[in-house]
């Protein structure tokens, strides 16, 4: 299939790379020309603008959106739908709120085109070699571009999981219990890091991969860092996070769901970007306050 | 190699059965001679004692408790030790507390007998195809009994681990992760369950377990729970648990270890065993009385 | 000062009586024409309508909002603007968002007519004998009605808190602050009545009332609460929200601050509402897969 | 009433002078002969020795221990022991663990000394102005040194719990409430400190002092250190504790009860003890790993 592809950061190159070792026909377009001339050494076409690349597609046009969410995402429906005609089928595979998602797919489907709402799964490894993904919106569009995700997935790597939103809704979820098993993997090696025993990570993170009831990628990466850094010592625990976990958790308020552990790994987070806080400047105070506990001075 | 194994409830049968098929000569004792005979039924050799089993292997004696934690440990250590010979190696591959495990093989090690403290990961379908092995205790007596080992865990599945203790807080650990994951697990079906959205959740935990950042293990057997029962209507959500979650709570508090998603993981357990909470009445009550906010009578 | 009161139901009321107790003039109107007459039968004097309230006053108008968040503040400003004039002062004392007293104090402010965002507590004690107010708003506006908050509020219980928006703000971040007191308060409670100890926990609270630490209203309700129900065998433990705990950690996921304790005072208010979780269900299934332990049926 | 006081650092000096300034006699030993020479510069009776201190009592005697809990406790109870008769009772007003008391209490038992555990709360100002006593042991013992309670507490301020160990106990969980507190308060206080609003945060402490649901003395201590330090800019938010907050979520554990504010409180004080976490390392690392996030390097 000859489709478009636009955005082309980690996830969005390796997904093209992907697309065309399955026979499928990439014309890429990115902000920046230095991404598409790289795209185009890689053996894929280039476009030079968003409109170009509309215009090098056969109707029905198929173009998998792989940017930012938020705003890049909006300017970029802005400036392709004119040249899209009903019919078409625009795929968004970023970690875009589902709200958005909702409403672009309400937007463009007054034009006639379809928005498939793809949560994409398994980092740039799985964009490069077998990604996974959940697919919200019209299920015939689903089933017209279905080629795509069955080739670049892994097998069983890809679900068709309902209407608008629900594949970026699905992703956001996933991506929350991915903060939690994060943390939970975290806090483990941290306990053992203070215990009397001196482990050996890499090797523990090893055997945890292998029978255990906690295997998985995470702990397969986990094994990969202490592999190249036993201890760590190179990297700070600042833990960034790019949007998703928070809104599992304004979900979870929403729904008046009970989400401690995902809530907790996200205000974790949080807590790691500061190097102090003011909650502790309180309670140290009021220690001190009321039983003459000495306070660090700042 | 020729071992005694005491304990033939589901980690421990299964395990006979594993040892067995790797060419291993399994003599095994359990207090339920249904058991035992079951044991011998599926081609084992079964003893009717403790004592008998001890006095059936040769020198250096083997022998794998797979028993409850606890008192039953201790009162199998008392009854054996005696049949027990320096050199001899006790392989206690229960879930015991890693401090049990520092007393009880300093207290073998007076008589010149080795104890290694192993925990098993994988569940029954780990030992019995493949289990996960963290070994604590004397290096070369792991060494001789290694084989053991490497027989009956998954490739890559066992690590020797250091002195006494270490193998069985390795397996705390383990469990305090497999805690936080889990519940990470389930917060993020509840989200979804309570969500807009209608998913079917065993093909949703499937294409997580195909390709997924958050594919494991766990989410396999997410899949295998969802396909019996898509929305677990039959199971009330009791949280049961066997002490290790809260051995690694206890631990986190000891090592001033701040490890909030395994703790809350193992609160929200013990949430489940109420219908209602004193909190939850003092709140109530408290809201009443400075708001006039309705409480629900009892 | 004369005054317009819209709003009679249990703190609006009580407010009323406060205001004329200390020789303000009182029109009251309240959807309720029942409210209306027992506030005239306590002494006040009543509007059939927003209007004839509106009418009934000297310029500049003083109307006090203390109505519920949300639409019916937004539908008495929508009643009442037209009836008022440049100079004129709204207050809204209810409990209404932060963003909401924004937009609607620039809303009035395109007519010249000031309006002060008031955050009150103490429940309605308070507002019948010395409440507790946070006001945002206009600075001169606030000058020209303090008196009314001098009369009503306890000695020291009131603060021009800056501009709109930030008295609201200030009751959110107080009611989270309560949330997470009410519930350490619960907590403690709970473990007293699972201990060996068989407490009196009316007198327990009696005794913290006085001298203790932990000191102050709550702790007195606490009490009050236990003096009417020594083991609040007749509330059940389902904790409602009313709306201002979940702004607040809302506000704290926005500004990315830690507040894990008020977070989890929110989110234990929600597990209250369940009988039965999904999560729970979950991690019982999980359970029950990988180690064959049981659940319990539905 | 004559009675010995053992101990006195913060608590018990103030303690000592509130107790003469009640018609008491008290007689002092502490370690230190300078805090001893500082008592009787105040105006009381010092002692040279433990048993110099029991020498000077007249039968049955009283004394008053105010001692660091742990071996300090233990060690002056071995040595005044000898010196005591059956019928005397020991007071114990400091921080022990309930289990401790318990154990003592039935030690002291055998020789017919009487044991009272004492929960002694209200900080400094409480043991020298009136402070907050929950006392366990026997009836008896109680009720024969009521009146030292009832004069140095403040009215209402003094509770018999029931059973040895239950003062301590009930003093356990009083300082786990206050855990809780004291980080609502604080993390109040963060929220607004990272809002857009700039507030008056004595200001703030001080009408919340005043009339508010959360008026208490923790919160007239938070305007008391607001009113010192106006940011708290001078204070790290280093949060050290002193056990009782522990005690309380280890018995919390042991109990199977759900107390997820209070332990977050803890472990968020654990938390602020570390510049950085090994959580947050794993944490990062594993983005880097899957998604190549950058992380911030050591």
Same mark, same amino acid.
């Given at each position: 299939?000859?489709?478009?592809?636009?955005?082309?950061?980690?996830?969005?190159?390796?997904?093209?790379?992907?697309?065309?070792?399955?026979?499928?026909?990439v014309?890429?377009?990115?902000?920046?020309?230095?991404?598409?001339?790289?795209?185009?050494?890689?053996?894929?076409?280039?476009?030079?603008?968003?409109a170009?690349?509309?215009?090098?597609?056969?109707?029905?046009?198929?173009?998998?959106?792989?940017?930012?969410?938020?705003?890049?995402?909006?300017?970029?429906?802005?400036?392709?739908?004119?040249?899209?005609?009903?019919?078409?089928?625009?795929?968004?595979?970023?970690?875009?709120?589902?709200?958005?998602s909702?409403?672009?797919?309400?937007? @463009?489907?007054?034009?006639?085109?379809?928005?498939?709402?793809?949560?994409?799964?398994?980092?740039?490894?799985?964009?490069?070699?077998?990604?996974?993904y959940?697919?919200?919106?019209?299920?015939?569009?689903?089933?017209?571009?279905?080629? @795509?995700?069955?080739?670049?997935?892994v097998?069983?790597?890809?679900?068709?999981?309902?209407?608008?939103?629900?594949?970026?809704?699905?992703?956001?979820?996933?991506?929350?219990?991915?903060?939690?098993?994060?943390?939970?993997?975290?806090?483990?090696?941290?306990?053992?890091?203070?215990?009397?025993y001196?482990?050996?990570?890499?090797?523990?993170?090893?055997?945890?991969?292998?029978?255990?009831?906690?295997?998985?990628?995470?702990?397969?990466?986990?094994?990969?860092?202490?592999?190249?850094?036993?201890?760590?010592?190179?990297?700070?625990?600042?833990?960034?996070?790019?949007?998703?976990?928070?809104?599992?958790?304004?979900?979870?308020?929403?729904?008046?769901?009970?989400?401690?552990?995902?809530?907790?790994?996200l205000?974790?987070?949080?807590?790691?970007?500061?190097?102090?806080?003011?909650?502790?400047?309180?309670?140290?105070?009021?220690?001190?306050?009321?039983?003459?506990?000495?306070?660090?001075?700042?």
């Amino acid at each position: 299939m000859r489709l478009g592809l636009i955005g082309l950061g980690k996830m969005g190159f390796h997904l093209g790379l992907n697309l065309m070792e399955h026979g499928h026909e990439v014309v890429a377009y990115d902000l920046s020309s230095d991404a598409v001339r790289r795209f185009t050494e890689a053996g894929g076409r280039g476009a030079a603008s968003v409109a170009e690349l509309a215009d090098t597609l056969p109707a029905p046009r198929v173009v998998w959106l792989m940017v930012p969410h938020g705003k890049p995402v909006d300017d970029l429906l802005t400036a392709i739908t004119p040249r899209l005609a009903p019919g078409d089928i625009v795929i968004e595979g970023g970690n875009s709120h589902y709200q958005d998602s909702v409403r672009r797919a309400a937007e @463009l489907k007054e034009r006639g085109i379809h928005f498939l709402d793809v949560g994409t799964s398994g980092g740039i490894e799985g964009a490069r070699h077998g990604a996974c993904y959940m697919v919200g919106g019209d299920p015939d569009a689903f089933a017209q571009v279905e080629v @795509l995700f069955r080739d670049t997935a892994v097998p069983g790597g890809y679900l068709y999981t309902g209407p608008s939103g629900s594949g970026h809704y699905a992703k956001m979820v996933h991506n929350g219990i991915e903060y939690g098993m994060m943390a939970a993997i975290g806090e483990g090696f941290e306990i053992l890091e203070k215990s009397r025993y001196d482990y050996d990570f890499a090797a523990l993170a090893r055997v945890w991969s292998n029978g255990s009831v906690i295997r998985g990628w995470l702990m397969e990466l986990t094994q990969r860092a202490f592999e190249k850094d036993p201890k760590l010592a190179g990297i700070r625990g600042v833990m960034h996070s790019s949007g998703e976990g928070k809104w599992t958790v304004q979900e979870a308020l929403e729904l008046q769901a009970a989400a401690p552990v995902i809530a907790l790994s996200l205000l974790m987070r949080y807590r790691s970007l500061e190097d102090d806080t003011f909650t502790g400047k309180v309670v140290a105070a009021l220690r001190n306050e009321f039983g003459g506990h000495a306070v660090e001075r700042a």
